[in-house]
């Protein structure tokens, strides 16, 4: 690694108020050091419910990156070499300690991404179930012996750690978009280089923190922060990286798999969504209901799998609607900081500006607004924040029918059969997640089958557990993440074919 100007290492920012004290991590992890960019230059961290800026971090570029793969790179044979358990130890240390901060990386959470409180408390825990499932995962990932053709012969099967994974994270889940993948990928023995959204770095750069407290060895963990093209790009020409691990939108996925063709990574793509969301005549209503709340407007709409569009049986289309919107108009917007907020801010202009023409779309095609469809003022904050929404007589040539609108904005659509709602749910090129209600076993089953989706919710909104294969097919993504499966995507198999 070359020699970086003292002054730049070890850099703090001076917002300890913010975070109760806590002084926040602005540098960038590598190899167990905390350093600066070579030319000072630093990129701005804002609150998007104030405009304020609560932070500088370190905009680093492809040499640091590069000293990054290098770092992961050489501690790769060593962290290899541990014992499944003595890693799963060190995750599961990180996570005690995420759940011992939960309150400071809370708030951090919120400062930087927006969400509310108790949300982002949820996050914390969430991320942690990640690496503790993680760490006693990596103790059962097993080879396999297979019957040889030759009476000398017996072929081994190994699995062995892909090697250095470059890790690249969005904004809308700061914490559980990180260990989602940091979890099994140290478990089965292979080291990182991380790169947050742009919008959100403090958070990682807290949880690197934390990872060095855990005692996790210099160079297993590296947290680059900067613009996303050089480091990307260092990224994907460097041999040495063999495995891309991508949460974000299918546009920048769909680029990203372009260049990790180069050197032809093992990639997992965690990507965007657009989920229906279907209610037949024989739903429990009340259930239906409180799902749909939860399922649209946690993380005010900007979550993957939230439900972007609703699919009501005519028999009960009209009582759906009313309720849904008395419930809506129940949620309460504001600053994710204040007590009682359920909706915060969207995270910039721009996702404001979609939300907006998409709402201008669809009434212009016929919907109709029944609650929400304007900006909600909040005093002395930001001009970011958008009235929980709901816009019935949707139709497919809808941008909110066909595109993420990533806001808290739900169009519904009135259906007859049930194969009618099958065809208008599968009608997206997203894949990612599904949900229906209903009270009839058969159904039940024949629905979940045919829903062309990696993730189905069958009466239930609240899908993602670090036990289950979490992730999308068609344009939602390849490869999965969480339970065993995730395990998968972190090792190589090789076979040993063995004469005796
Ligand atoms: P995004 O714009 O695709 O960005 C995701 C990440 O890619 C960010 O870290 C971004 O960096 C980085 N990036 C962009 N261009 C890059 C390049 N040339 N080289 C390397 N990295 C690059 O997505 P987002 O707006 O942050 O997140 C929202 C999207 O993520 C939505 O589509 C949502 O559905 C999807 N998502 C999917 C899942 C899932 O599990 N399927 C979960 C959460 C979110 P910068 O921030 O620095 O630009």
Redesign the pocket.
């Known amino acids: 690694m070359r020699h970086r100007p003292p002054a730049l290492v070890d850099t703090h920012s001076s917002f300890r108020h913010l975070t109760k004290g806590h002084r926040l991590q602005t540098s960038s992890l590598i190899g167990g050091k905390w350093v600066g960019s070579a030319d000072g230059t630093t990129l701005a961290v804002t609150n998007p419910a104030t405009d304020e800026v609560i932070a500088r971090v370190q905009a680093l570029g492809a040499a640091e990156t590069r000293d990054a793969v290098d770092a992961a790179y050489r501690a790769g044979p060593r962290w290899a070499s541990t014992t499944a358990a003595e890693r799963g130890t060190l995750i599961a240390r990180l996570a005690t300690l995420m759940r011992r901060d939960v309150e400071r990386l809370a708030r951090l959470m919120t400062l930087e991404q927006g969400k509310p409180l108790a949300e982002a408390r949820g996050e914390i825990g969430y991320a942690a179930s990640f690496l503790d499932w993680a760490a006693e995962e990596g103790k059962r990932l097993k080879g396999e012996i297979i019957p040889a053709s030759a009476a000398d012969k017996r072929i081994l099967v190994l699995r062995q750690p892909v090697g250095v994974t470059a890790i ?6 700061p914490a559980a ?1 990180i260990t ?1 993948k940091l979890g099994p990928a140290l478990a089965a023995g292979c080291t990182v280089v991380i ?5 959100t770095p403090l958070s990682a750069l807290a949880i690197g923190e934390l990872a060095c407290e855990a005692g996790i060895p210099d160079g297993v963990i590296n947290i680059i922060t ?4 050089p ?3 260092a ?2 020409d460097d041999p040495r990286v063999r495995k891309l691990s ?8 769909r ?2 798999m372009g ?1 990790a063709s180069k050197n032809l990574l093992r990639i997992s ?5 657009h989920a229906p969301f279907i209610v037949f005549d024989d739903a429990d209503m009340d259930r239906a209901v409180d799902a749909a709340v939860a399922c649209k407007f946690r993380n005010a709409g ?4 939230c439900a972007n569009r609703f699919y009501v049986q005519a028999g009960v289309y009209d009582e759906f609607v009313s309720r849904f919107a008395v419930a809506i108009e129940g949620l309460r917007v504001g600053d994710g900081l204040s007590d009682g907020v359920q909706i915060g801010p969207l ?1 910039n202009d721009a996702a404001m500006e979609k939300v907006e023409s998409h709402i201008q779309n669809a009434t212009s095609l016929g919907g109709r607004l029944v609650v929400g469809g304007k900006r909600v003022r909040v005093d002395g904050h930001a001009d970011r924040f958008y009235a929980p929404t709901l816009v019935a007589e949707m139709t497919p040539e809808m941008l909110v029918c066909r595109e ?1 609108t ?1 806001g808290p904005v739900a169009p519904v659509a009135k259906f007859n059969s049930e194969s009618e709602a099958i065809t208008r749910a599968n009608d997206s090129e997203f894949g ?1 997640a599904a949900y229906f209600f209903t009270r009839d076993a058969s159904r039940l089953m024949r629905v979940a089958e045919s829903l062309e989706y990696g993730i189905v919710g069958a009466n239930d909104a609240a899908p993602s557990t670090a036990q289950a294969p ?3 097919v068609k344009h ?2 390849l490869g999965r ?1 969480g339970g065993s499966h995730a395990m998968d995507e972190y090792s190589e198999i090789k076979y040993v074919s063995w004469r005796l």
């Open positions: 690249i994270t969005p904004w809308n889940f978009m989602r790169k947050p959204a742009e919008d900067g613009k996303a093209a480091i990307g790009d990224m994907f991508f949460t974000g939108s299918t546009e920048v996925g680029m990203l260049k793509l965690e990507l965007g969504g900007q979550t993957c799998i995270i993420e990533f990612l979490f992730g999308g939602s993504g993440e």
